[in-house]
Nanobody, 119 residues
């Protein structure tokens, strides 16, 4: 049974940092991704990483501020969020699939973790 569990969300001050984690079980050789959804907005792509970790993708809005990484020995993917902005506030979801920026490419989704940014 595939399970993705996000953690690490919370309240962060604008300009601060936060690290999200996504623990995966029941799957191997999947690309992983982070999407986010703010109230009243559509879910949007944030970042993705290949199975090997050798290939990464970022949305323009987070490029240079966020870093995605993975530790396959721990079956965990991370999203390091630096220089956080108020517009980064959202529920962040991790997902597993074949990669890319389209939500439809990902078969398994976590329940989400809330990131709140205070200005």
């Amino acid at each position: 049974q595939v399970q993705l569990v996000e953690s690490g969300g919370g309240l962060v001050q604008a300009g601060g940092s936060l690290r999200l984690s996504c623990a995966a079980s029941g799957l191997t050789f999947y690309a992983m991704t982070w999407f986010r959804q703010a109230p009243g907005k559509e879910r949007e792509f944030v970042s993705a990483i290949s199975w090997s970790g050798g290939s990464t993708l970022y949305a323009d809005s987070v490029k240079g501020r966020f870093t995605i990484s993975r530790d396959n020995a721990k079956n965990t993917v991370y999203l390091q969020m630096n220089s956080v902005k108020p517009e980064d506030a959202a529920v962040y979801y991790c997902a597993a699939g074949r990669g890319g920026t389209e939500a439809g490419n990902y078969d398994y989704w976590g329940q989400g973790t809330q990131v709140t940014v205070s200005s």
